[in-house]
């Protein structure tokens, strides 16, 4: 099989841009991963090569659990995965993009920005190389570069210094950018993908990239996760424009332990069927502006939804989390907990937390309950549980700010998704 890890030095510096224009080069036989917990990146990739992206991320998963999941969904010509940040950043998680590719063996291609240099840039490579044994970068682009010339000259730098690191070309300085959310990669920003491809590709040996993304497939892999039975239940997803953000393993799970999994679309005012034993509300988008505007006159879907709350569970994260609640400032939302929140303009959690029960998961959101003492739960980034409350329960029906990987987490499926 063939594998390949795309990384850089931090974030912004053209990781999404490249791995996009590799992802629509091999758009009819590629895998697409995302090492860490984001969620955008991965619709993104599913939209540019038509196949689901699937999150690597070790800090969630053990090293078996992962080497599992990677091996599991490696089932086209070529995987591409996307790292997070810079390189090494996450290693305190072991989920950087080093400790990843390193565990499953992947060979890395460094991105590196060349503008305003050349004998520095071989310096950056030095650093990136040497600070951990072991890594697994095997090759690197160059970025931002001026003119032919100027490559030329920062690979012959890299060439005397490094033999065994491939220079696979480079991308011109000036390529037009995707748009941006306050949240990352706006996903309507898909008109320039095929231009922005053949740009950022025109410069790099392609053939060379495939040579070095040769890798070893493990095809016997033990399953590491704790089995649970099939249920005999019917489990509605509210899974739409609006609550977008679902890992695809946790569908894929979803469906392997429900009898029957239906997707509901909140936007088009689709009913919670009265035979769902369960809903499970994705987060998402649901306090912005055009947000609200898709979901605000879903009357149908509000009420079935509320009817379903009043004998029967509801599992709702982050976006999820604030449908359930009263309001979102003046935005109303469903009632159906005792919780209203107010949306910041900086962002109220972000990165890797912990709940109560010892269950790891990511947050990020910009809204905060406007009562505190409402939740329950504390979200904590230190075992000694040092942080604010962040799930909000009524009833059968349970909101969190915590986004989970289900399939290592069967105490959260017990308790939340099989009560």
Request: glycine fraction near 10%.
């Given at each position: 099989m063939k594998a390949l890890c795309i990384s850089a030095s931090a974030s912004n510096q053209g990781k999404t841009v490249l791995t996009t224009a590799l992802l629509y080069h091999f758009k009819e036989s590629v895998r697409p991963f995302k090492m860490g917990p984001d969620f955008i990146d991965p619709q993104f990739h599913k939209i540019v090569c038509q196949t689901p992206s699937i999150n690597l991320d070790r800090y969630m998963m053990s090293k078996d659990e992962l080497k599992w999941l990677f091996n599991k969904y490696s089932d086209r010509k070529?995987?591409?995965?996307?790292?997070?940040?810079?390189?090494?950043?996450?290693?305190?998680?072991?989920?950087?993009?080093?400790?990843?590719?390193?565990?499953?063996?992947?060979?890395?291609?460094?991105l590196l920005d060349g503008s305003g240099s050349y004998i520095t840039v071989s310096a950056v490579l030095q650093g990136l190389k040497n600070y951990k044994k072991h890594n697994t970068i095997k090759a690197v682009i160059l970025n931002k570069i001026s003119s032919q010339s100027h490559y030329e000259l920062i690979k012959k730098v890299i060439e005397k210094d490094?033999?065994?690191?491939?220079?696979?070309?480079?991308?011109?300085?000036?390529?037009?950018?995707?748009?941006?959310?306050?949240?990352?990669?706006?996903?309507?920003?898909?008109?320039k993908i095929e231009k922005i491809s053949q740009d950022v590709l025109e410069h790099i040996d392609m053939k060379r990239l495939e040579k070095i993304s040769k890798v070893h497939k493990n095809i016997k892999f033990t399953y590491p996760f704790e089995k649970i039975p099939k249920q005999n239940k019917k489990l509605a997803i509210v899974h739409d424009i609006n609550f977008s953000f679902l890992y695809h393993d946790n569908l894929i799970f979803l469906k392997e332990i429900f009898d029957e999994v239906v997707i509901i679309d909140s936007t088009?005012?689709?009913?919670?069927?009265?035979?769902?034993?369960?809903?499970?509300?994705?987060?998402?988008?649901?306090?912005?502006?055009s947000a609200y505007e898709r979901v605000k006159n879903s009357h149908n879907f509000k009420a079935t939804l509320i009817k379903h709350a009043q004998e029967k569970p509801i599992y709702a994260e982050c976006a999820g989390l604030l449908y359930l609640g009263i309001a979102v400032d003046d935005k109303a939302m469903s009632s159906i907990l005792?919780?209203?929140?107010?949306?910041?303009?900086?962002?109220?959690?972000?990165?890797?937390?912990?709940?109560?029960?010892?269950?790891?998961?990511?947050?990020?959101?910009?809204?905060?309950?406007?009562?505190?003492?409402?939740?329950?739960?504390?979200?904590?980034?230190?075992?000694?549980?040092?942080?604010?409350?962040?799930?909000?329960?009524?009833?059968?029906?349970?909101?969190?700010?915590?986004?989970?990987?289900?399939?290592?987490?069967?105490?959260?499926?017990?308790?939340?998704?099989?009560?």
């Open positions: 070529i995987s591409i995965c996307e790292g997070v940040m810079g390189f090494y950043d996450g290693h305190d998680k072991k989920s950087s993009a080093y400790d990843i590719s390193r565990l499953l063996k992947i060979p890395t291609v460094i490094f033999k065994d690191i491939a220079v696979l070309g480079w991308i011109k300085s000036g390529l037009e950018s995707l748009g941006e959310t306050h949240l990352g990669l706006d996903l309507n920003d898909l008109g088009k005012d689709e009913i919670i069927p009265s035979d769902a034993d369960i809903v499970y509300i994705c987060g998402g988008y649901v306090e912005t502006d005792d919780v209203s929140f107010t949306k910041e303009n900086r962002f109220q959690r972000m990165g890797y937390y912990f709940n109560e029960d010892g269950i790891k998961g990511h947050a990020f959101h910009y809204t905060k309950p406007i009562d505190e003492n409402s939740g329950f739960d504390r979200l904590s980034k230190s075992k000694a549980l040092i942080g604010k409350y962040g799930s909000w329960e009524k009833n059968k029906v349970f909101g969190t700010y915590l986004h989970c990987m289900f399939r290592g987490n069967t105490k959260l499926i017990k308790k939340r998704l099989l009560p």
